[in-house]
């Protein structure tokens, strides 16, 4: 439940689908500091030319006249609600608690019989010692691969530092709705979410994603994979010819609908499914169940037949 | 200046991260849907576990009073997937993928991944208006963790978590080593 969908202001109640704080009450939501976050905050029914009037022109004064009444009599009749009980709150051993600790407990004998096995392998595989520190750093710099344990665990790292220290999920697919609101404004005058939702901005994670650019540049650069090409490595080209006409066409159109589910779903794949699933999440787990749901069909589809 | 720092050095963690996974290839974003090369799954997971674990102990040694929690609209989260499967499936791209790819020197992330990203977020914000007021309103849990949804510790929820990943990994391990 939306903390707002349960406020006392009728208002908040109604127009709880969506995320429109600041459209109505100013301020800065992509700001990491409480001051300049609450900059220029303003009470919206003080003012509904200015709040209400760029989704109901015609009747912005009637409407806000019904809300500031329920806001007046709200405010004379009660003192503000006690801080509610947190509605969970700890407890050693409820019911959840102890069929977790079963799980845990089935799921460790089930990783002991699985991991036997690849332990062993591990320990048996040989190691070579014989070459020099400096030049094995340079070669595990160069490599064009790493062990997707290593990476993953690298980027959980810097999903973990990106939360606890600078308060923001690691997402990519945000800064491109902020950089698309420049054009969109443009574009679409009257569009109620270019108007209240998204304004443009070079933010935080705009970048991040110029970092993700220099990133990816600096480690292909040093695996000698850096080059300008126009079609992928593999697997491509057998399917979908060498016209470079072709790639961009189904680039461009992939992408669209990449873009387009993301903001659907609240977030991408770094944003929604790993942030998200770190911070454990229920929407990440549904949205990953999703992208499968999706992409192996859409995958059987492009590949079936001769060839495929 | 200070500010924009911790994203630049953050975002090149993450880029290199990519490509070191190998997540920069058509073939390998592909190859999770084709059931044939899950290194996107492993990577993905073990991310998850890993940043579930670091949060955690933030939040426990005091160091942020509460994670940003994604909220969760279980129909608007569901629909949004599959639509970003068909077009990951697609294109081969998620978008730090694509930007990860342009940062490799791909001309078709330069010149067809980017550009459809805008148009995708433009015509997210055409259709917000119409279809999110219905979408985000079935199954809406708000800003909710399953340990919070289930009364339970986090930690325990962190622990059967990353063993059902772990399990997930060795079983699937056989799948294009």
Redesign the interface.
């Known amino acids: 439940?939306?903390?707002v969908?349960q406020d006392t202001q009728p208002w908040h109640v109604d127009h709880g689908?969506?995320?429109l704080c600041a459209a109505c009450h100013a301020g800065d939501p992509t700001a990491a500091e409480m001051a300049p976050a609450h900059r220029g905050l303003r009470s919206p029914l003080l003012d509904p030319s200015r709040a209400c009037a760029g989704c109901h022109p015609s009747d912005a004064w009637a409407r806000a006249e019904r809300y500031q009444a329920v806001q007046h009599r709200a405010t004379r009749r009660s003192p503000p609600p006690a801080p509610p009980a947190p509605?969970?709150p700890?407890?050693?051993s409820?019911l959840?608690?102890r069929i977790?600790?079963a799980?845990?407990v089935l799921?460790?004998i089930?990783?002991y019989l699985?991991?036997r096995s690849?332990l062993r392998r591990w320990r048996s595989a040989p190691r070579d010692h014989a070459v020099p520190a400096r030049a094995r750093l340079r070669a595990w710099l160069g490599?064009?691969?790493?062990s997707?344990?290593?990476?993953?665990?690298?980027?959980?790292?810097?999903?973990?530092?990106?939360?606890?220290?600078?308060?923001?999920?690691?997402a990519?697919?945000g800064a491109?709705?902020r950089?698309?609101?420049w054009?969109?404004r443009w574009?679409?005058p009257t569009?109620?979410?270019?108007r209240h939702?998204?304004s443009p901005g070079i933010t935080?994670?705009v970048?991040?994603?110029?970092?993700?650019?220099?990133?990816?540049?600096?480690?292909?650069r040093l695996?000698g994979?850096?080059?300008?090409?126009?079609?992928?490595?593999?697997?491509?080209t057998p399917r979908f010819g060498a016209k470079?006409v072709v790639?961009?066409?189904?680039?461009?159109?992939?992408?669209?609908?990449?873009?387009?589910?993301?903001?659907?779903?609240?977030?991408?794949?770094?944003?929604?499914?790993?942030?998200?699933?770190?911070?454990?999440?229920?929407?990440?787990f549904?949205?990953?169940?999703?992208?499968?749901?999706?992409?192996?069909p859409?995958?059987?589809l492009?590949?079936r037949g001769p060839g495929g | 200046m200070f500010e924009i720092a911790k994203p630049l050095v953050l975002g090149f963690l993450f880029g290199w991260s990519l490509h070191k996974a190998g997540l920069t290839h058509y073939a390998r974003i592909v190859g999770v849907y084709r059931l044939r090369d899950l290194t996107v799954m492993r990577f993905m997971l073990t991310a998850l576990v890993v940043g579930a674990a670091v949060i955690q102990l933030g939040l426990d040694a005091g160091f942020t009073a509460s994670a940003t929690v994604p909220s969760t609209a279980l129909l608007a989260n569901l629909v949004g997937g599959v639509v970003f499967g068909v077009g990951m499936a697609t294109a081969g791209y998620c978008p730090g993928t694509i930007v990860a790819e342009a940062g490799e020197g791909r001309l078709d992330a330069w010149l067809g991944g980017l550009p459809g990203l805008l148009v995708g977020a433009m015509a997210f914000g055409l259709l917000q208006p119409v279809i999110m007021p219905t979408l985000s309103r079935v199954g809406a849990l708000g800003h909710v963790t399953l340990a919070g949804l289930l009364g339970a510790s986090p930690w325990l929820v962190l622990l059967v978590l990353s063993q059902a990943v772990a399990l997930t990994l060795l079983l699937v391990a056989r799948v294009g080593r």
């Open positions: 439940m939306r903390p969908l689908y969506g995320d509605p969970h700890a407890q050693p409820t959840a608690n977790l600790a799980l845990a799921f460790s089930a990783l699985t991991a690849e490599a064009s691969q790493w997707p344990y290593a990476t993953g665990t690298m980027l959980g790292l810097v999903v973990g530092y990106s939360e606890v220290f600078c308060g923001r999920p690691l990519a697919s491109f709705d950089l698309a609101a054009p969109g574009l679409f569009s109620q979410y270019y939702v998204m935080w994670q970048w991040l994603i110029v970092g993700v650019l220099g990133g990816a540049f600096a480690s292909s695996a994979e850096a080059r300008l090409r126009w079609l992928p490595d593999r697997e491509w470079p790639r961009l066409a189904l680039a461009f159109f992939g992408a669209v609908l990449v873009q387009l589910g993301a903001g659907i779903a609240g977030g991408c794949t770094s944003g929604l499914a790993i942030s998200g699933g770190a911070a454990l999440s229920p929407g990440a549904v949205f990953m169940a999703g992208m499968f749901a999706g992409g192996i859409t995958a059987w492009w590949y």
